[in-house]
């Protein structure tokens, strides 16, 4: 392991710990566990959904489910996979009945996701859904916007839709592996 490498993961298991123990908000109440986030922290790229569901909550791992298992599909298919990108998400507690987070809980986990970023540098940031969407480019719309990418401070956006949304309407799967072929062509560029 080289040392900037070294100095990234030991920075980012300290971050880890402290994720891991915030109470600040009401979230951690309901929560099972807390799901930090999981990946290389060598990515180039990071992909950042609103919050864990159901399943993140039991096993601790972003983007384990239903919606996980096709996100796992669309890396496939631009030849990625988990050990090479970088999964947070916004919030890192489950908001109770899947609801979407409030102001109050996303300000208050803002400082960890801020942190990872700066800890991994992706080249590429990939906010799936319109939530994480309004919270790096607010009044964007993901239906107008997906398969776009966007420079702002500094580092790129790659716009997404969620994987959830092919769960629920097949037409969004040709969609998204249309426009994962085009973060493939941005990040192999």
């Given amino acids: 392991m080289d040392k900037e490498t070294s100095v990234k993961k030991e920075k980012y298991l300290i ?10 908000c009401d979230l951690r109440k309901g929560a099972t566990q807390v799901v930090p986030g999981a990946g290389s922290l060598n990515s180039k790229i990071m992909f950042i959904g609103e919050g864990p569901g159901a399943t993140e ?24 996979n988990r ?11 489950r908001p109770p009945n899947n609801r979407d987070p409030e102001i109050g809980e996303i300000k208050i986990c803002t400082k960890w996701l801020e942190q990872q970023i700066e800890i991994i540098q992706p080249e590429v940031v990939v906010p799936l859904g319109r939530h994480a ?15 776009n990418v966007y420079e702002q401070g500094g580092r790129r956006y790659f716009l997404s839709y969620h994987p959830a949304v092919a769960l629920y309407n097949g037409s969004y799967r040709d969609v998204m592996l249309s426009d994962f072929k085009k973060l493939h062509d941005l990040i192999n560029n």
């Fill in 15 to 24: 971050l880890r710990e402290q994720v891991v123990s915030c109470n600040s």
């Fill in 133 to 147: 969407l309004n919270f790096f480019l607010p009044g964007k719309m993901i239906s107008k916007e997906h398969g």
């Fill in 83 to 93: 050990n090479k990108i970088f999964i947070a998400n916004i919030v890192k507690c």
């Fill in 57 to 80: 909550d039991r096993q601790g791992i972003p983007f384990c489910g239903a919606a996980g298992k096709f996100l796992d599909i669309l890396l496939e298919s631009i030849g990625l």
